[in-house]
């Protein structure tokens, strides 16, 4: 039988089949054959949620997983540190959804206070993982007039879908519903920007906790503990995932987050050498176009931290 993941709480996989959540294990076997993926931080890897996975029911009504299933693309992010796992510093990749379109990168105005630097990394992670981002700046009821629309416009004009939504107004939620027709879309974003929140808009089957103290975010609370996969339709999927204090891109060059930063890439093919760092060498288009404001400097410094994190890690 054929279904899909739709979370994963230890040992126990949850199948949805047939509108039912069938609890699920994967085969002893699989875990051995799996033991070659030991750089693959945690057990719960082997399967993910948005998984189509084939399992056979026992008796008791729980079933059986046979086969690691493919997948057409997962969304990932780097492992936190944890002592004792991660050698040397190195971290090790961690899934958070298989098999998606879209990954809706969830801000806020305010509570939290918007950071455009996390806003990269979310979207250099949905891009690098061959999903499609979608930008949500939620809580626009809290915007102040001086500040509008700022960001929108920035990242708008950089050519991402940009929503600006709130579930007090209701505004951009529509919006949210149209897109999300057809695909298997994801929220990702730190804890308290209101990515529960929103789902919960979307379908009259998702009733997510919420959490219910507005300043619960400051604490890091998080409410939603595991990732989790609703069916909205036959051919519409939407996962929640629990905020978490950091989200970056796991296995990226500098290269690489140069190709994603798209304004700085264009540029820096005039800088004068090609192994530019944008940062110190003489005749660095990167550096101009930051200077004469065709490349926001905000986004520059945002780029400089993300490529830093990557020398970092090399001792
Ligand atoms: N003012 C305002 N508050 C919101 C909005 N969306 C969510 N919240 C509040 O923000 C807090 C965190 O929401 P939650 O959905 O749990 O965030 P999550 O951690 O991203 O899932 C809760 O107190 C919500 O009521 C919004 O659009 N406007
Ligand atoms: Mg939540
Ligand atoms: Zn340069």
Known sequence: MKGIVSRIESKNIYVLYE???IICYLRGRLKLEAEWKKDKLLYTDLIVVGDYVDFELNEDGTGVIEKIPERRNYLS???PYIKGVSEKGKRFEQLIAANVDY???VVSVDKPKFNNRVLDRMLV???????????VINKYDLM???KKDYWYDLYTALGYKVIKSSVVTMQGIDEIKQLIQG???VFIGHSGVGKSSILNQLDSKINQ???EISEAWGKGKHTTVTAQLFKLNDNTFV???????EIEPYGLTREDITHYFREIAIVAKNCRFNTCTHTHEPDCAVKTAVEEEIIPFERYDSYLRLVETLDEEKF
């Open 144 to 146: 102040k007039k001086r």
């Open 19 to 21: 509108e039912k959540e």
């Open 77 to 79: 992010r780097k492992a």
């Open 209 to 211: 906790k919420v959490d």
């Open 103 to 105: 990954t809706f990168c």
């Open 239 to 245: 996962i929640d995932t629990p905020g978490v204090r």
């Open 125 to 135: 992670t949905a891009e690098s993982c061959e999903t499609t981002p979608i930008i």
């Open 183 to 185: 695909k298997t879309s």
